[in-house]
């Protein structure tokens, strides 16, 4: 039976980080990943000459340390971009965010936001709904709700918006002051708002780069070593390929869920709180195409008409994502978990939905396409959530096992976060 101090299950940027910094304090540690690739869904994909990602993961950094660790590791291959990102609705393309820029939009429509906006802020100086729904009437009022939050928000979930909590919003949704939402519906775009303004990509690689080049830093990494099985009890866990190791402590960086779903003769309320938590799921159709026109790094798309919710393009990150040119897309679909998606069909739609709005001619622009599958993709934060979340990540403590990471601690996250709870949780097993 193999034995390590610190066992890390998943190879995704919070284990890499983890182990990143085991490696440089000297620890005894092992990390398993069940693929045969580092660096989970931050993953390139060459195909026919065509780089594509897990659609666009971008880095967005403002901690100094892992700020640092992220440049430090791609060198020269950091590229740093100003964000290009536009809402189509109406007919128009308008600017990001949609709440502070209606400048674009027909008239009535911009009226009709502008004056819910107002007559929200009147009724409801104070914003007290524990709803998302609830919430953006209270914040935006009907016209912005009705135009973008509610139609995207419910593609993007597929979730009851009237059952989806507030926790999740933080800093993923800006909330304008009264004079930002009237400068930017009668005199110009209000640039700089949200977190995503600035970022990074890599100039060569894709997003794949930065894992990459953690995990040359990694020697005790372990591929196609899936967790089977974990008895809390006896510190043990069964992966493939590697049979039994022994542990100590133990990270463990795949969903929440599925962890409590493989510990052996789990509580009953264990197994309970593992089923009340509920996620989404995301395809995503990559596309290698003829070049494509459009300037924006991503397009938001609300309506119903478009089946997907998100768009992008790779080649406006890094134009070393395509053939000279030719231009690499991507196009983000949700949906319930476990639900069919006909991809087939499914493409036929995207491909008129893309070609009515320029981004390629017509349907011999495209050159190559892949599918992409986040079988677990947004978490739902709801009640049940609220419940059970701490509980599980109590009960898992307690036997010595810490669960970190976008999918590890249950939330919405993005790039750099998942660094920074890999370094916080190495120190914490090391001073355990």
């Known amino acids: 039976m193999k034995k390590t101090d610190i066992l890390i299950i998943g190879a995704g940027l919070t284990g890499l980080s983890c182990a990143f910094k085991l490696e440089k304090k000297r620890a005894d540690y092992l990390l398993a990943e069940k693929e045969n690739w580092a660096g989970g869904l931050a993953r390139s994909f060459r195909k026919d000459g065509f780089t594509f ?20 590791s791609l060198g020269k291959n950091a590229k740093p971009l100003k964000r290009k990102a536009r809402i189509y609705s109406s007919g128009k393309f308008t600017a990001y965010p949609f709440q502070m820029n209606l400048k674009g939009l027909p008239a009535k429509v911009r009226s009709e936001c502008v004056e819910g906006f107002l007559k929200a802020r009147r009724a409801f100086p104070e914003v007290k709904a524990e709803n998302f729904r609830d919430w953006c009437l209270q914040t935006f009022g009907k016209g912005i709700s009705k135009h973008f939050f509610f139609p995207y928000n419910a593609k993007l979930w597929n979730y009851p918006l009237e059952k989806l909590s507030t926790d999740w919003m933080g800093q993923f949704v800006p909330v304008p002051k009264t004079e930002e939402v009237l400068y930017g519906a009668y005199k110009d775009d209000v640039k ?5 303004h600035d970022f990074y990509y890599p100039e060569t690689g894709g997003i794949n780069a930065l894992p990459a080049a953690i995990a040359s830093g990694v020697e005790r990494l372990s591929l196609d070593s899936e967790l089977i099985s974990l008895n809390a009890a006896n510190k043990t866990a069964r992966l493939r390929n590697l049979g039994n190791v022994r542990y100590k ?12 779903e493989k510990v052996e003769k789990a509580p009953e309320t264990v197994r309970k709180n593992a089923e009340l938590l509920e996620h989404n799921q995301v395809y995503i159709l990559n596309l290698g195409v003829r070049k494509c026109p459009l300037p924006q790094h991503w397009i938001y798309f609300p309506e119903k008409e478009f089946v997907f919710y998100r768009a992008g393009v790779y080649t406006n990150f890094s134009p070393s994502s395509a053939p000279r040119g030719f231009s690499s897309l991507y196009v983000e679909t949700a949906s319930k978990s476990g639900e069919f998606i006909d991809l087939k069909k499914a493409e036929g739609r995207i491909v008129k939905n893309l070609v009515s709005i320029g981004a390629v001619k017509d349907e011999d622009d495209i050159l190559t396409s892949m599918w992409l599958k986040v079988p677990c993709a947004y978490v739902i934060y709801n009640e049940a959530r609220k419940k059970a979340l701490p509980e599980l990540l109590s009960w898992f403590e307690k036997r010595g096992i810490s669960s970190a990471g976008r999918y590890g601690a249950w939330k919405y996250s993005f790039m750099e976060e998942s660094v920074k709870e890999g370094f916080e949780t190495a120190e914490k097993l090391l001073k355990r």
């Open 249 to 260: 402590k133990l990270l463990s960086t795949i969903p929440l869920k599925y962890l409590a």
């Open 53 to 72: 990602d897990y659609s666009g993961h971008l880095l967005h950094l403002r901690w100094p340390e892992t700020s640092k660790f992220i440049l430090d």
């Open 192 to 196: 700089g708002a949200g977190y995503n």
